[in-house]
């Protein structure tokens, strides 16, 4: 079974500053990998995917991740953090289990805070 | 192109009545997955559909869900007998679903619907 696990609920950085969303996943299969952004009281936007092609991938806003797959991590980053960029993302894979339906498995979601 | 389009986008039921929440997915997608965001948690995955086909309801409640998308119009998720349990944010997303090259699909979000239970 695919799973993702967000380990931070909450980040705070200060404006101008490196944003870190940690995100590690499992999964027996080689994974569909997103990271989503939702702000409040909004649907979800797609920041970036990796489907097995660079593991470098690079998203909407400056953001990007890199896939390891020794670490099965999917960080998120971002050099510099905006005051826009508060808001919760998503860590999410695509099921690829014996059903394959593409149906999304997500993490808890972490709130990013941006601090003038 | 318009998005992924639902309504209504607040919904207020008292419990016991039925709550329709309609999806209409990007022009070309012919495949919808539904999910439910329940306070302070993530998305939870509950039925995937395609024109007049459920293909998965494994996230569905037993008693009181159903969905359903049509060939013509919108797809639905109906809740019956409404318990306050059931507040949260609904989620539509759309698909254009090609199977050339493997398991991956983009999803397109739609606003949400939020039901509150009174």
């Given at each position: ?24 996943y ?9 990271w ?9 936007q ?33 050099p ?16 690829r289990?014996?059903s ?10 972490t ?6 | ?10 919904l207020v ?5 039925e ?35 459920i ?61 509150t239970?009174?």
């Amino acid at each position: 079974a695919q799973s993702v696990t967000q380990l931070d609920s909450h980040v705070s950085v200060s404006e101008g500053t490196p944003v870190l969303l940690r995100c590690n996943y499992s999964s027996s299969y080689s994974p569909s990998l997103f990271w989503y952004v939702q702000h409040p009281n909004k649907g979800l936007q797609l920041l970036l995917k990796y489907t097995s092609a660079a593991t470098l991938v690079k998203g909407i806003n400056g953001f990007e991740a890199e896939f390891k797959k020794s670490e099965t991590s999917f960080h998120l980053t971002k050099p510099s953090a905006h005051m826009s960029d508060a808001a919760e993302y998503f860590c999410v894979v695509s099921d690829r289990g014996s059903s394959n339906t593409g149906k999304l498995i997500f993490g808890q979601g972490t709130t990013l805070q941006v601090k003038p | 192109n318009a998005g992924v389009m639902q309504n209504p986008r607040h919904l207020v039921r008292r419990r016991g009545q039925e709550a329709r929440l309609r999806c209409s997915p990007m022009k070309g997608h012919s495949h919808v997955y539904w999910y439910r965001q329940l306070p302070e948690e993530g998305l939870k995955f509950m039925v995937y559909l395609q024109k007049e086909n459920i293909i998965d309801e494994s996230g569905m409640p037993k008693e009181r869900f159903s969905a359903e998308f049509p060939k013509e119009g919108p797809s639905i998720l109906r809740i019956q007998q409404v318990v306050r349990g059931d507040s949260a944010a609904y989620f539509c997303a759309s698909s254009p679903w090609s199977l050339a090259g493997g398991s991956y699909n983009e999803q397109f979000f739609g606003p949400g619907t939020r039901l509150t239970v009174l």
